[in-house]
């Protein structure tokens, strides 16, 4: 995986998906952004213990009209492996 995001590249990796006519699953609106930083989620199998040792890199889609927040695992979207991601 690039050490550098590219949201113009997640863009279109959605946009190949069918990502071309999304509609919010909150509002239905149809304007988005893609912010230019990735989050990351923690994984773990404990309930009461937070590892900070697997996590999966994300982009953030979020809707510009409510702000829901939509997590797309980078190493699928990207088509490239990834720790404790599988293509």
């Known amino acids: ?3 550098v995001f ?3 590249k997640v863009i279109e ?4 998906f069918g990502a071309t ?3 919010c699953p909150i509002c239905g609106g149809h304007k988005f952004s893609v912010q230019g930083e990735i989050a990351t989620i923690n994984t773990t199998n404990k ?3 937070l590892s900070l040792g697997t996590y ?4 953030m889609m979020i809707c510009s009209t409510c702000g829901n927040i939509q997590f797309f695992a980078l190493p699928i979207i990207n088509g490239e492996a990834s720790d404790g991601v599988e293509k």
């Open 1 to 3: 995986m690039s050490d």
């Open 6 to 8: 590219d949201a113009d």
């Open 13 to 16: 990796n959605l946009r190949r």
């Open 21 to 23: 006519n999304y509609a």
């Open 47 to 49: 309930i009461r213990v």
């Open 56 to 59: 999966v890199p994300c982009a």
